[in-house]
């Protein structure tokens, strides 16, 4: 199985700061990553895939980059409801896995 | 509305069974594939089970830590993802979540919609 390994594992900011979130695939998985956000007590929601494709209902304050094995998320200016935790997952081989997730809370 | 809405779970004792439902609604059911995943408390989130869209024959697919003990099974006429949970251990004490595959009939392992999730604990 292809591992997946954020970094940070949390970190904390501030309203209005530029946060960027790290995962690294084991293998290349070429652009299949996607990013889910999921905020406590609730189920995940996706955010991006496709490294870089965003969901309709996401803002142009997320971003999505990388291939192969190193991508990132960054969120541009962090809004009080991005405070979350994040998960990316490699939809390049059987079975899916995900990171182990970043929590991001607020400063 | 497009939505999915578990159901099913409970605290059930070691070895024993569990059968979890999702209904969907709002979406061409048939025409998508559907997963399972779960998350165990305060943990992360791990891929269960698939299964493909009508089109493509309704072919299953499970992890290595549930084979043989999970069945992943839809009924398209009532819209309706299943989870057969036998021979269950306190490992897999978890919220189940159903998730929709973003594409149709083929799987891209992407998960565009979930469910709110059903608590399974598995206890003595």
């Known amino acids: 199985d292809i591992q997946m390994t954020q970094s940070p594992s949390s970190v904390s900011a501030s309203v209005g700061d530029r946060v960027t979130i790290t995962c690294r695939a084991s293998?290349?998985?070429?652009?299949?990553l996607a990013w889910y956000q999921q905020k406590p007590g609730k189920a995940p929601k996706l955010l991006i895939y496709?490294?870089?494709s965003l969901q309709s209902w996401v803002p142009s304050r997320f971003s999505g980059s990388g291939s192969g094995t190193d991508f990132t998320l960054t969120i541009s200016s962090l809004q009080p409801e991005d405070f979350a935790t994040y998960y990316c997952?490699?939809?390049?081989?059987?079975?899916?896995?995900f990171g182990q997730g970043t929590k991001l809370e607020i400063k | 509305e497009v939505q999915l809405l578990e159901s099913g779970g409970g605290l059930v004792q070691p070895g024993g069974s569990l059968r979890l439902s999702c209904a969907a609604s709002?979406?061409?059911?048939?025409?998508?594939?559907m997963s399972w995943v779960r998350q165990a408390p305060g943990k992360g989130l791990e891929w269960v089970s698939a299964?493909?869209?009508?089109?493509?024959?309704?072919?299953?697919f499970y992890a290595d830590s549930v084979k043989g003990r999970f069945t992943i099974s839809r009924d398209n006429s009532k819209n309706t993802l299943y989870l057969q949970m036998n021979s269950l251990r306190a490992e897999d004490t978890a919220v189940y979540y159903c998730?929709?595959?973003?594409?149709?009939?083929?799987?891209?392992?992407?998960?565009?919609?979930w469910g709110r999730g059903t608590l399974v604990t598995v206890s003595s």
């Open positions: 496709a490294a870089s």
């Open positions: 997952q490699q939809a390049n081989s059987f079975p899916p896995t």
């Open positions: 998730a929709k595959d973003r594409g149709t009939t083929l799987f891209y392992w992407y998960f565009d919609l």
């Open positions: 293998q290349g998985i070429s652009s299949w």
């Open positions: 709002g979406f061409t059911f048939s025409s998508y594939a």
């Open positions: 299964i493909s869209g009508s089109d493509s024959g309704g072919s299953t």
